[in-house]
């Protein structure tokens, strides 16, 4: 019975020191941190992008300028991401307003293109002012996300371009087409895949990346020579 005794006390005494130590560990953290000290959160990713790259989605890259076209089909309903960055706090679903647009070219005596855009009717690009998430992301930046709805009618089809604010590069290929319909340049109007290398940007916010989508899918074309 004593040497039960013994060993229960000697348990119970590594128990109590573990605790000790731990507690004592909890309070060197506290100490250290200092009083106030809060920890950055990560804001979860919005989770009807399904596919997602912070870094965004390469437009046109490589030697032969490959394009990156979004895809989805008629009678459906998709999601797309857009990420600026901004040295302003205020900004708001009002300030991102965004459309599917027609784009006819023309080419012009000089031998140039003319662009010309109209809006889609059977196709919405909506924004719920919900969905914009915004991060601050340096001394005075700010990391600004929306998540755009994109509906397209039972009838509708074509090949179009996103628009919302300093898009980049101009214009972004969309196509609503049956699943079996294979994309190529060519269904896209001739002169329509420009790639300047830069972009314009207008007021507080920074050229818009594509960093995530759902509900379609994407492929790639290169560009006519």
């Known amino acids: 019975m004593a040497t039960k005794d013994k060993r229960s006390r ?22 250290r941190q200092g009083p106030g000290v809060t920890t950055s959160t990560t ?9 997602n790259s912070p870094n965004g989605f390469a437009q046109a890259s490589g030697a032969s300028l490959e ?5 989805m089909p008629p009678g459906s ?3 797309l991401c857009i990420t600026w ?3 302003s706090p205020g900004v708001n679903a009002s300030s991102l307003p965004a459309d599917v647009l027609n784009v ?3 080419h012009t005596n000089g031998g140039g293109v003319a662009y010309a855009y109209h809006k889609v009717r059977d196709i919405n690009m909506t924004l719920d002012p919900s969905s914009v998430h915004s991060s601050k992301v340096g001394d005075s930046m700010f990391s600004v996300t929306a998540v755009y709805s994109v ?9 179009y371009s996103f628009e919302y604010p300093n898009m980049c590069p101009n214009p972004i290929p969309f196509a609503v087409v049956d699943t079996s319909h294979v994309v190529t340049a060519a269904d896209f109007p001739q002169g329509f895949f420009i790639f300047l290398g830069s ?27």
């Open 199 to 225: 972009c314009a940007v207008e007021g507080d916010l920074s050229a818009g990346t594509i960093t995530g989508y759902g509900g379609m899918t994407t492929t790639t074309v290169a560009a006519p020579k």
């Open 10 to 31: 000697v348990y119970l005494a590594a128990v109590i020191l573990v605790a000790v130590v731990l507690s004592s560990a909890s309070l060197l953290l506290a100490s």
């Open 151 to 159: 509906t397209a009618a039972v009838n509708a089809s074509g090949f």
């Open 43 to 51: 804001e979860a990713w919005p989770s009807n992008c399904t596919t």
């Open 77 to 79: 309903a998709a999601q």
């Open 67 to 71: 394009w990156t076209v979004f895809v």
């Open 104 to 106: 006819t070219t023309t």
């Open 85 to 87: 960055t901004t040295d």
